[in-house]
């Protein structure tokens, strides 16, 4: 048995958490929020099979694309000012782990 751990951007975590549901995929979805670009994500936990993983992966790829947007970045100026440019950032895609589960029990 395998856990996926998939994190997604909160724009994609709807349709991904969706399409897996649609498949009879099992998953725990939790709110997070990711430190680099200050948005919010999606995990999923999802306990799976050793021969479902590629499936799940497969769902997670093509619900989860990568794309550029922009984004504010803020520039310190002196005189304790600031200055705020926009930049375009790739965003998007997911972050997924695949861990081995030594035991799994539902009670």
């Known amino acids: ?10 724009k994609d975590g709807g349709n991904t958490a969706k399409a897996l549901a649609e498949s009879g995929i099992r998953f725990t979805k939790i ?3 990711g430190g680099f670009l200050r948005t919010g994500n ?5 306990g ?20 550029m947007e922009p984004t504010p970045t803020f520039i310190h100026a002196n005189a304790g000012s600031m200055n705020c440019q926009v930049a375009e950032v790739p965003v998007g895609g997911a972050v997924v782990f695949v861990t081995n589960v030594e035991y799994a029990e539902r009670m």
Do not use: F, Q
């Open 1 to 10: 048995m395998k856990l996926i751990t998939a994190i997604i951007n909160k």
């Open 31 to 33: 709110a997070t929020y």
């Open 42 to 46: 999606v995990t999923l936990l999802i």
């Open 48 to 67: 799976v099979e050793d021969d479902e993983v590629r499936k799940v992966l497969d769902i997670i790829k093509e619900h989860s694309a990568k794309r």
